[in-house]
């Protein structure tokens, strides 16, 4: 009778360890879901930081005037010549609706767009950058660092920060993981 006893209790013992490991295992693989959808969202804003980056720090090279022909809080279009093709080209960012990526359960979620156009051609239309943008905001600044406020007089401008936030499209553990990327940009090119 005392061997059934211990067999019972080895069995429950067993039972109950593999029961922890297996809620063990499943919340580390939520973590680990969480933790990839984060580094995505990482390199993600990475990448457009640096193409907007690229873009935005040729604001008005080779330009005398009119560097920025579009500057509110939500878009900025800028001026420059392309050292690489020898053209005066306009590069323009903005955000898109929330109602364009409604097949995702993020509400707040937006596509991020870029145009670039040329000298006669005309800002060609908008491509999708990334998906994912809750946020994406342009703050001008004057010669003395004080925020243009709106409508921002375009000829004040010296320098501007973006400030963009990237999130998932669906929930992982109940969150959007998220990344945010803000910058100051300091053109050399504008007097």
Known sequence: MGSIIDIVASLTLRGAIVIAVLNMTIALQGKLSEKTAQANMFNLTTTISRVMTNDLNMVGY??????????????????????????????????????????????KDR????????AGAGLATPSVLANGVVTLQFTYYDASGNTLSSPVNKSSIRSFKVYLVMATGDQVNNLYPSAEWTFRFIPPNIN
């Open 62 to 107: 080779q330009v005398s005037s009119n560097y920025f022909t579009y500057a509110s809080q939500d878009t900025i279009e800028v001026n420059y010549l392309d050292p690489s093709t020898g053209f005066q080209t306009w590069v323009k960012y903005f955000a898109g609706s929330t109602t364009e990526l409604s097949g995702t359960s993020n509400p």
């Open 111 to 118: 596509k991020l767009y870029r145009a670039i156009g040329t």
